[in-house]
Structures are given as structure tokens and as C-alpha cells.
């Protein structure tokens, strides 16, 4: 079955760097576009950063951009994401999720679908 | 950037209950709009895409409606596996995706 699973998750320093993975199982890994949402303990959630299948287009939330790097490996079917500069507001449960799509006008419906289980990052000194 | 509000941010339902969740956006978004249901610890599920459209295995309690600016995703008779937070999502400013704050529904 599709399945995704988080890994790489720690606690870490402020000002120091981590790098989560995201292994895909279960369908063509190198069709999808793949997501980071992330979620603070007690709140809500927060798109991180979105890969095309292909790795040509990368775009990210203000919050992260600058510091953190969305990248895959198709041949391993997983996705990555390098975080430095952590600062303690990143302490969050970051999920994988694929995107899945239906074609329209002017552009494509969106949405995510499955989601991975999470992996806690948390920052503190 | 589009900005997302749900109303209310928590209810108390009982067992039967129909249950009525809105979402708003900041700007027209037509249907580009997704709701998802996350459980204490859990990963979120996507419950219904492009306003109205019922995910594959969601169970037909649910559904949701609206256009522009204005959504509902209504549960007609609330089962206890429904307790559980409620997302709305934008995907009209795709590549960049916007949540809503969640609606949290529990046990009255």
C-alpha cells in the first residue's frame, strides 16, 4: 500500500543543523510532487515547502526560506529536508505528504494525500 | 497572501449530532479549497478536495460545499470516530498552500 515514513527527527541546538528523510513506498515515487507541513506542539498546520516529481521547481514558506532545503532522490524514492539555522520556534512534528492533483482551468486542483506519521524535531539548548 | 478562518475553533457535539464547520478565505479562491481530520497523534486525512469532491473511503456523513470565500464541511450525524481537529486548506495560490487554524470537535 502508499506509504510514507519519516525519519531523522532529534533534538537539536539553536544555530545547529539537521536533515529529515522521507522514505515512499507503494507508488511511482518520481510521478508525485511531495510536501513538508510541519506543526508546533498544541498548533496548527503550517506548509513547509513543496518539490516537483522531478526536482525542477522548489518553493518554500517564508518562514524557512534561506534555511531550510527540500530535495529528493528518485532512484531511492525519498524525499529530503535540511534545515540549518534551526531556531527554537522550528520545534514542530514535520510530515511528509504527496501531492496529488486533478487538472482544471486556470490551474489544478491540489490537495495532499497520504500523509506520513511525522517526526519530531525539537530545538533547544 | 490568502489567510484562512474557521469558525468556530471548537465545539461540543453529541453522538447523532449534524455538525457544521466554516471556513473563510481572505480573498475568492473558487473551489480550490481542502479539508482535512487529524487525530490526537495522528497524521491528518484528507477528508474532501476541490470544495465538495468526498475522498475515496471517506464515509458519506461528510461533505463539504461553498465557493469564493465561503466553505462548510458539514458531518450529518456525528459518529464517535469524529472527534478529532478539522483543517481547511487553499490550493488557489498553488505552489504556496495555506491552512486554516483548525476546529477542534469533541464530546459534549
Known amino acids: 500500500q502508499v506509504q510514507l515514513v519519516e525519519s531523522g527527527g532529534g533534538v537539536v541546538q539553536p544555530g545547529r543543523s539537521l536533515r529529515l528523510s522521507c522514505a515512499a513506498s507503494g507508488f511511482t515515487f518520481s510521478s508525485y510532487g511531495m510536501h513538508w507541513v510541519r506543526q508546533a506542539p498544541g498548533k496548527g498546520l503550517e506548509w513547509v515547502a513543496v518539490i516537483w516529481y522531478d526536482g525542477s521547481n522548489k518553493y518554500y514558506a517564508d518562514s524557512v526560506k534561506g534555511r531550510f532545503t527540500i530535495s529528493r532522490d528518485n532512484s531511492k524514492n525519498t524525499l529530503y529536508l535540511q534545515m540549518n539555522s534551526l531556531r527554537a520556534e522550528d520545534t514542530a512534528v514535520y510530515y511528509c505528504?504527496?501531492?496529488?492533483?486533478?487538472?482544471?482551468?486556470?490551474?489544478?486542483?491540489?490537495?495532499?494525500?497520504?500523509w506520513g506519521q511525522g517526526t519530531l524535531v525539537t530545538v533547544s539548548s | 497572501d490568502i489567510q484562512m478562518t474557521q469558525s468556530p475553533s471548537s465545539l461540543s457535539a453529541s453522538v447523532g449530532d449534524r455538525v457544521t464547520i466554516t471556513c473563510r478565505a481572505s480573498q475568492s479562491i473558487s473551489s480550490y479549497l481542502n479539508w482535512y481530520q487529524q487525530k490526537p497523534g495522528k497524521a491528518p486525512k484528507l477528508l474532501i478536495y476541490a470544495a465538495s469532491s468526498l475522498q475515496s473511503g471517506v464515509p458519506s456523513r461528510f461533505s463539504g460545499s461553498g465557493s469564493g470565500t465561503d466553505f462548510t464541511l458539514t458531518i450529518s450525524s456525528l459518529q464517535p470516530e469524529d472527534f478529532a481537529t478539522y483543517y481547511c486548506q487553499q490550493s488557489y495560490s498553488t505552489p504556496i498552500f495555506t491552512f486554516g487554524p483548525g476546529t477542534k470537535v469533541d464530546i459534549k
Open positions: 505528504a504527496r501531492d496529488e492533483y486533478s487538472s482544471s482551468f486556470p490551474h489544478s486542483y491540489n490537495w495532499f494525500d497520504p
